[in-house]
């Protein structure tokens, strides 16, 4: 990426099932505090537009934007709002630089799922009204059609996918922003509540609240701000079909293409041997496995046995989640993507509680059931 942009500041709430004391403009000032102490700017002089992602939706209102300005520091200032993962915002922010509109950007990205009492239903808008929205039901059952077309076609299994959620949750207690870290292991998962065949209870990570911003800044400024600059050296984005009928199901498509954009623009031409750690989307465990697969951290077929050899441990040749993921931190909805990001920063910071030794992380998205969207950044410390 010839536009040298890197993060500068980072903030974020803790993650939590319910924060009935906060409203959803105390979280995302809380967050967006804590991100601009740490990059030592004063919202209202120094960053120069304002990104936030949300769906309508999830709010609970319409025209979200006209809600965002005074919390984060942005009123009276260019703000806009994207109807997407965190990393759809990360990418704007990033093309708003390298159009040379502005040089620092201040990205959030939030949950506030806990207010939401129709959780179910408000998925279901995003279903085929004609076709697939009249079967009602848990949604979820998207997901467990394709964890069994996924792991037929892929000959991963089950043990597997319970392997990835005991991973992750172990990974989440030594995470202080994590919600449900526990030490489980690959039995506890398989002898947990069935769900939506073939997923289990304990293969589902849980919804939570919480906030996340960064801030992002062209070189010539990030050097001005920082000593310790993380680099955003690719991103991408893809978004495949809404259809059921009309998926490849058990393929994440929008992860291989996604993956595709960001190898390319980060100039990274073998992602097993040049990528240090990652940070993927684990909603649901075989998302895990396949999702790395996808974006070519894992030969096709291999990420199970891969797990099973202690690869994607915080000791392995290729870390993943160590934060615990969406698994063991919880599922931040549209923050999601955005918290992926935050955990690799703060990796290649050395500020993480599980440290590990690399220099390159990738952190990669998905917005979950129904859809076939999302996103993969690349991250480096040079």
Known sequence: ??????????????????????????????????????????????????????EDYWEGFSIYDEFVPDQLGAAMRPTCTVCGDGLHGLAIACMQIMSGMVDVVAVEAHSKISDLNTYNDVVLFAFDP??????????????????????????????????????????ALKNPLAAYGKRV?????????????????????????????????????AKDITDNPVWITGFGWNSGTPWLEGRAWGRASYAEEAAKMAYKMAGVA???????????????????????????????????????????SADGDLPVNVSGGSLGCGNLIEASGLHRALEVVLQLRGEARIQIDADTGLAQSWRGVPTASGGVAIFGRS
């Open 130 to 171: 004609i076709y697939n929205r009249p079967l009602a039901g848990h949604p979820y059952y998207v997901a467990g059609m394709e964890m069994n077309a996924f792991l037929n076609g892929s000959g991963n299994t089950e043990e597997q996918c319970a392997g990835v959620a005991s991973k992750n949750m172990t990974n």
């Open 270 to 312: 073998e992602p097993r041997s040049e990528i240090g750690f990652a940070e993927v989307d684990d909603k649901f465990s075989y998302k895990e496995l396949q999702h790395l697969e996808a974006i070519k951290l894992a030969e096709k077929g291999e990420a199970g046995r891969d797990l099973e050899a202690g690869r994607f």
């Open 185 to 221: 292991g690959v039995g506890d998962v398989m002898g947990s509540e069935p769900m939506f065949s073939p997923a289990k209870k304990l293969d589902i990570a849980e919804l939570v609240d919480g906030s996340i911003v960064l801030v992002l800044a062209r070189a010539e400024k």
């Open 1 to 54: 990426m010839e536009d040298r942009i890197a993060v500068v500041g980072a903030g974020s709430t803790k993650f939590r099932p319910d924060t009935s004391e906060q409203n959803w403009k105390e979280l995302m000032f809380e967050a967006a505090s804590k991100a601009y102490a740490d990059a030592g700017l004063n919202p209202r002089k120094d960053i120069d537009s304002f990104v936030t992602c949300a």
